[in-house]
């Protein structure tokens, strides 16, 4: 009978632990291209929504910013196409962005601000180091770029 409770225990032991690791695996996945990044795991949501777009820069994914990061206020403004075409063109010079940092600071004024340090290669062959800081408002449970704050 106690060999039959430790194997018990033994079995629920393990469907625990795999169940832990499996939920800290996905959550480390970033939502841009769903690779696991342990780092990414713990970082606040609008660090998160910064690395996203950030890779996205390097994927040169105009598409993914517009849906998934632009406030729907903004979207008013700008249609996607002109949006894209425009993006597009920015995009051309750029070869490679990389992230090397990311910080939250805060949650002030009904927004979040985090500062990131990035590199962006150039086609001209041309490096250059960034630090940029973001502000971030929540719509709808995700974070989204105020990128008329942030940009201009």
Do not use: Q
């Not at 769903?34 to 890779?55: N, W």
């Not at 403004?77 to 063109?89: A, M, N, T, V």
């Not at 004024?109 to 001209?124: I, L, Q």
């Amino acid at each position: 009978m106690r060999k039959n409770s430790l194997k018990k225990i033994y079995i629920l032991t393990v469907i625990i632990i795999l169940f832990i690791s499996s939920s800290f695996i996905f959550s480390g996945c970033r939502n841009y291209d769903g690779r696991f990044d342990i780092v990414y795991f713990f970082k606040t949501e609008p660090e998160k929504a910064v690395i996203d777009f950030l890779e996205a820069l390097d994927h040169k994914d105009a598409e993914y910013i517009y849906t998934n990061l632009i406030l729907a206020g903004d979207k008013n403004s700008i249609s996607r196409e002109k949006y894209l075409e425009e993006f597009s063109k920015i995009l051309e010079d750029i070869v490679s962005v990389a992230v090397t940092r990311t910080v939250y600071l805060g949650y002030e004024n009904e927004m979040s601000k985090v500062v990131a340090e990035f590199d962006v290669t150039y086609r001209n062959g041309e490096i250059k180091d960034y630090k940029k800081y973001f502000y971030l408002l929540e719509e709808n449970s995700s974070w989204k770029i105020i990128f008329e704050k942030t940009f201009i």
